[in-house]
C-alpha cells in the first residue's frame, strides 16, 4: 500500500520531506510525537502534500489512514489487561482506543483552513465510500468516515456558528459563491440575486470562524401574507414594496442548500430554519407561520418504477385509485394493467397540460409517496421529506402545478409539498414522526390537499370549544396552533390542551405515568409549595419530588383518591389554575379493622388546594404555585365549568347539522366526498363524510408507541460518539448523587424502558424510573446508617450505540456502624461493605437513553465468597423487590 502513495513528482523534495520519507511514514511519525509543535510542523506537511496528489493517490492515501493508522490493537489489549488489574487505568484504555488518524486530524484543525481541510477530507472520503473496490477495506474506511463526522460535529456545533443575513452591500466574493452554490433553484444573473435580496424576500447563511468566507448552508425566505402554493410566482413576483412585508405573516423557506460535502449528514439544515425562524419573529412579531415550498425529488421515478411492477413498496394502484381512474373517458373498461400503461405512456409525455387531467390521481400517489413508501431504515423514502420530518414539520399541503420548470417536471411531475413547522410543537411532532406508523389517511377530492399530524398525545383526535362571551376558542389534540393577537402570552388552544390534559391526569396521578403532563414542562420549571413549603428547579428535582409525595401517602394510609376538582383559565392570561383535592384516610389500628368489629365508621380526611401553572409564550409551564384555594377559585372553576358543557352541546347539534346536510348531498349525487383509505393488506374501506370548502387530509395514527412496549429499536437511529460522551459526563456528575439528593433525568427518553436484574422488574416510560430509584433510594437511607454510590468506571461503545457504566454501592450496617472506629472517615471507608453492579445505557439518534439494564457483576470464582447477606435483601421488604438468588453476587468486605 505505502508503494503505491506517491507524492508530487513535479518536487520530489517536497513530497519526500528534507529528511526523506514517505507520506505514510509522516503520518505514522505524527502519531507518535509527543511535541505539538513537532506535531504542528508534521500536521502542515501532510496538508501540503496530500494537496498534491491527484484523485489515483488520495485514494490509496485514504485506505492507508484508514487501515494502518487505526487502532493499535496490540497497544489495546495490554491497556486492557493494565486495566483488568487495576481499574483506574481505564484512561489507558480509552486512549488505546483512540485511532491514530484522530491525533492527526485533531491538530490539522489548529492549522491555518485546517478545518477546512478536515471538511473536504471528509468529502474525498465519502466519495470512495460510493464506490465500491476490491482494494478497499469498507469497514475500515466507514470507521474513518465515522471519526471524521463526530469530531466535525463538534467543532460545528451551534456555539461556533454564526448567522448571516445577506443584502446587497454583502461581499462580492460570498455572494458570488452564494449564486454558484444555490442547487434547487439556480440563480439567473445579478437581477435574480438582487431579487432574492430585495423587500419581502430574505437570504440566510451559516458561517464559521474557521472558515469565515465560506457559506455552509443557504436557506432563501419569502415573506408572504399565505402560505405559498406556487414557486415560479415567488421567483418572478417583481415590485415589492416594504408596505407589503410589513404585512406579512408567514414566512416560506423556499430553498435550502448545504455547500460542503464534508458536512453531509451533520444537521446543519435544522439548526438554520429553526435559527432563522426565531430570528425572523424577532424581526417582525406578525410572522407567526413557518413553512416550507419543497420539491418532491425521486417522485416520478418512484411512480414509473411502482407502475411498472419494480418497487420494493407494493401495490400503488389500489382499489381507491381503480375506482378513481375508471371515471375517466377511456377508461371505464379497462383492466389494472391497461390503467398502468395508460398511466405510463401519459407520464413520458413531460407535458404538464395532459397531466392536469389526471391531478387528482396524481396527487393521491404524491400522498402515498411521501407516507408509504419507506426506506430499509424505517424513514420515508423521499430525501426532502424525511428532513423535514425528521426535524420536527408536518406535511400541510400538496400542490398541483407548483412547479412547471423542466426540472420540477422531471423530478415531480409539477407537485411541491408545504412542510409547516409549528415551533411549540416541533419536538412532540419529531418524536411521533420518527416512530409513528400512519396506519389511515383521509383522502378528499382536491387539488390541494393539506395534511395534518395526530400527535398520538393518548386522549381523543379533537375537542372544540367556543365561548359566547367573545372567548373564541378551538381546541385541537393534534396541536393545531392559530395565530395569536398578543405575543406575549401563549395561544389559546395551548391553555385549553393544559386544562384538557390535568383533567385526564389528575385522578390518575398516584398511580399513572405523567409523561403526557411533563410533554408541558419546560426544562427549568420552577416549584414552589406554599402549603408545605418546598421549593424545587428542573424537571428531574420536581421528578424526585412527587416520587416522594407519592411514596409518602401510600406509606402513610392505605386509601389515597386524588381528585379533578375544577379549573379556569382566562383569554388574554399566560395561567391555568387547577383546583386539586386528595382523599385520604389516618393510618392507626381503626383504620385496618373491620367496622363491625370497632364500631366505628372511618372518614376519609380531604386536603384541597390550587395549583396555578404559570406558561410561556412558547406555551411551557415554567412555574408552578401550589398554594391554599380561595372561595373564589371555586366559583370560577364552576362558571368556566358550565361554559364548556354549554358549548359542547352547540358544537354536537353543529356536528349533527353537517352531518345530516352531507348525506343529503350524497344522495343527490354530489361529488365533494371524503374518504377514509384504510391501509391494509387486506384492503380498503371507504366511508363518506361531511364536505368542507377546503377539503383535509388527516393522518390517523396507530396507539402510541409506547403502548406496545417502547419504540422499536432499529426506528430510533444510532447515536454518536459526542451523544455518548455527554451520556458519560451525565453519569459521572449524577451516580454519586444516587444516596444524596436529586439525580439527574434529562438525557432520558420520556418513553424509556428499565430493566432491573437484581430486583427483577421492569418499568416502561421515565416517570416509572425516576419512581423506581427514588423509592430505592429511600429504603436504602432507611436501612443502612452510611451508604453511597460511586462510579468505577465509565465506557462508551459507538458499536451498539451504548454507554456502560459499572458501579460500586459502599454502606454499612447498623451494627457495624456501632463500632466507634467507624465515625473516623478513613476508618469507616477503609472497612465499609461494598456491592458491585453494571448497566447499561442504550442511546437513539438523538442522544438520549431509550434503555436502561442494571445487573449484578460477573464475578471470578477468585474472589473470596462470604456469608454476608446480599445488599437487595436488606432493603425493606415493603419496597415489594425480590432479589435473584446468587451464591457468588454477594456484598463483601473489600480486600
Known sequence: M???VTGCMTNPKRFYGSQGGSLPELCLRAAGHKSMDQLQNDSKEIVERYKCLDKTKKKNFISFLASDCSVDHSLLKSAISKYERNSHAFTNVKNAATPLYSKIF??????????KFVCDFRGDVLEILKTESKDLDPLSLRRLESSLRELLTLWFCLSNLRLTRLTWETPADILQKVAREEAVHPVHGLLDMQRRLGPGRRCFIFLHPAMPREPLVIVYVALTEEISSNVQKIMKEEDLSLEDEKRANTAIYYSITSTQAGLRGIDLGNLLIKKVAAELMKENPRIVNHSTLSPIPGFRSWLLRSLQGHSEFGEVLDEYAISKLRSFPGLVNTTPSEMKQHLISLIETNDI????KIEEILTYFAAVYLTKAKSPNGFVLNPVANFHLRNGAEIYRLNFGADTSTRGINQSLGLMANYRYVMENVMATKRVLTSGIFEKLIFSNSTRIPIFLNQLDGFSSKVSYSFSNGFQRRLFASGAVTSAKNNSFPTKERLLTLDWTLEGITPKFMKAPLSPLFEFFDPEVEFEDKIYGYKAKGISELGVHITKVRTYFRYKSPYNRPNYNGAYL???DNFVVLLWGLETLDSNIWTYLPSFITGRKVKPRIIEGAMVFTLSPEGKVVKILNREIEEKDRKLAEEFLELKKQQTEDFDKEDKKSAEKALKDMMIGCRSFIYLVNWSRTGSTVLPGSTR???TMRYLSVDSPNSSGGVSEDKLGKPQMFHLEHIKKRLEFTVPRMFKTHMDYTFYRPDMVYEDRIFQQ???????????????SVFSQISFPYIRMEPVAISPFIEDGSVRLRWRVLYLTWIHALNYKNFNAEHREKNAKWYDGNAIFYADGEGLVYKVIIDRMQLDDSFAKQGTK?????????????PVEKEDLEGRKRN
Open 2 to 4: 505505502m508503494k503505491n
Open 106 to 115: 485533531q491538530s490539522i484543525g489548529n492549522l491555518d483552513s485546517g478545518v
Open 353 to 356: 397540460s395532459k397531466y392536469s
Open 570 to 572: 382566562f383569554e388574554g
Open 693 to 695: 370548502s377546503i377539503t
Open 762 to 776: 421492569t418499568k416502561q416510560g421515565l416517570p416509572k424510573f425516576m419512581h423506581h430509584l427514588g423509592t430505592i
Open 870 to 882: 446480599k445488599l437487595a435483601e436488606k432493603i425493606l421488604p415493603q419496597a415489594h423487590f425480590v
